[in-house]
């Protein structure tokens, strides 16, 4: 079975300070993983994934995120904040058969201060 | 569309009374999932369609709930007999196809409140 645990429910970051969300998963097979951004009143959207080729991964908006398999983590981070990136993070497993029913973690608050 | 919509967006229901939401893929997308999110619980998986295969029920959480997907297509989840404990945000994710990987597209979602 997979699960995914993000520390911190919110998180306040300062514009222009580096932004750090945290993901730990576990996962019986050699995980996907996957973040995603959630906008106010709006659905999820693909930030970067994970899928077993180069473990640092850069995504949209200047995110990034590194797999390390000895620690079963997978942290979101950007360099400097802006005001735009204030939203919903979400972390996420792939399933382990196809379909990619995905496990997300609880979600972690940004909230931008100028 | 361009992307995958729901409705309605908002939806306002009696205890006890049924709702059916509505999902349209992107178009070409034979995968199409269900989730719900909500206060305490983040987001959990409902169900999953891939083409003419049978779905993925293994995430509904009683017999009241249930969907179907038409020709491929759209598809309709259904609460019967709602219960307060249903309000929540039911998403929509619709993707090319079931591998693992592979990007899923939400729509952005049924708020639904039971009173």
């Known amino acids: 079975a997979q699960s995914v645990t993000q520390l911190g429910s919110h998180v306040s970051v300062s514009e222009g300070a580096l932004v750090l969300l945290r993901c730990n998963y576990s996962s019986s097979v050699p995980p996907y993983l996957f973040w995603y951004v959630q906008y106010p009143n709006q659905g999820l959207q693909l930030l970067l994934k994970y899928t077993s080729a180069a473990t640092l991964v850069k995504g949209i908006n200047g995110f990034e995120a590194e797999f390390k398999k000895s620690e079963t983590s997978f942290h979101l981070t950007k360099p400097s904040a802006h005001m735009s990136d204030a939203a919903e993070y979400f972390c996420?497993?792939?399933?382990?058969?196809?379909?990619?029913?995905?496990?997300f973690g609880g979600g972690t608050r940004v909230l931008v201060k100028p | 569309g361009a992307g995958v919509s729901q409705s309605p967006s908002n939806k306002v229901t009696e205890k006890g009374k049924d709702v059916e939401l509505r999902c349209d893929p992107i178009?070409?997308?034979?995968?199409l999932y269900w989730y719900r999110q909500s206060l305490g619980q983040g987001l959990e998986f409902l169900i999953y369609?891939?083409?003419?295969?049978?779905?993925?029920k293994s995430g509904l959480p009683s017999d009241r709930f249930s969907a179907e997907r038409t020709g491929g297509s759209v598809s309709t989840l259904t609460i019967q007999r709602t219960q307060q404990e249903d309000s929540a945000v039911y998403l929509c994710a619709s993707s090319l196809g079931p591998d693992r990987g592979v990007k899923l597209f939400f729509g952005s979602g049924t708020q639904l409140s039971v009173l």
């Open positions: 369609f891939q083409g003419n295969s049978a779905p993925d």
């Open positions: 178009s070409g997308h034979t995968a």
């Open positions: 996420a497993v792939s399933g382990e058969a196809a379909g990619n029913k995905l496990t």
